[in-house]
T-cell receptor, first 114, second 115 residues
Framework: ETGVTQTPRHLVMGMTNKKSLKCEQHLGHNAMYWYKQSAKKPLELMFV???????ENNSVPSRFSPECPNSSHLFLHLHTLQPEDSALYLCASSQGGSSSYEQYFGPGTRLTVT | AQSVSQHNHHVILSEAASLELGCNYSYGGTVNLFWYVQYPGQHLQLLLKYFSGDPLVKGIKGFEAEFIKSKFSFNLRKPSVQWSDTAEYFC?????????????FGAGTRLTVKP
């Protein structure tokens, strides 16, 4: 158990649905991240929050909307997704937002868009 | 462009064989380097990391990695693999000339160890 939990673990949604992914870290970290893991591709960083402030948005389509109400919780709001958005979505946290800290990952949410 | 390359997509070994997984990066400047492992159905876990000091880094479960700055490489090694090492292995890099705080991952290497 890494101290980073994600819910739900599996999600199937239609292209017109709205859903949210939740991440919670119990490690006292100050930075949180969303990644997308697709088959045979490197992990893609989507969003970075450092002390609740978004510091990175790697050209992610607006159908993905992050929210970080506090340093322990991170959400990814999904709406009007496309089938190519099907992937494993990973949340991670680190002590700080610099390159000096390793990241701790949650188990991921397996998303299928139909 | 800054990138991380893992040369082997799938490696198949028998138990007790030696393992070396390649990782190269294209960053200039000072970097921090990581190897993560993802066992089937489990989350990504840190195997080892290099920030500074001795370029030969020892991690968990008998793994080690060597940072060779001149070759921009951080290869992962294990002298004798076990069936339980079957997993996907990811190399990751942070830092560089642009002080990039993003953790950039390679595409991963799937290791299958036959009993």
């Amino acid at each position: 158990e890494t101290g980073v939990t994600q819910t739900p673990r599996h999600l199937v949604m239609g292209m017109t649905n709205k859903k949210s992914l939740k991440c919670e870290q119990h490690l006292g970290h100050n930075a949180m991240y969303w990644y997308k893991q697709s088959a045979k591709k490197p992990l893609e960083l989507m969003f970075v929050y450092n002390f609740k402030e978004q510091t990175e948005n790697n050209s992610v389509p607006s159908r993905f909307s992050p929210e970080c109400p506090n340093s322990s919780h991170l959400f990814l709001h999904l709406h009007t997704l496309q089938p190519e958005d099907s992937a494993l979505y990973l949340c991670a946290s680190s002590q700080g937002g610099s390159s000096s800290y390793e990241q701790y990952f949650g188990p991921g949410t397996r998303l299928t868009v139909t | 462009a800054q990138s991380v390359s893992q040369h082997n997509h799938h490696v198949i070994l028998s138990e007790a064989a030696s393992l070396e997984l390649g990782c190269n990066y294209s960053y200039g400047g000072t970097v921090n380097l990581f190897w993560y492992v993802q066992y089937p159905g489990q989350h990504l876990q840190l195997l080892l990391k290099y920030f500074s000091g001795d370029p030969l880094v020892k991690g968990i479960k008998g793994f080690e990695a060597e940072f060779i700055k001149s070759k921009f490489s951080f290869n992962l090694r294990k002298p004798s693999v076990q069936w339980s090492d079957t997993a996907e292995y990811f190399c990751a890099v942070m830092g560089g000339v642009y002080n990039n705080n993003d953790m950039r991952f390679g595409a991963g290497t799937r290791l299958t160890v036959k009993p």
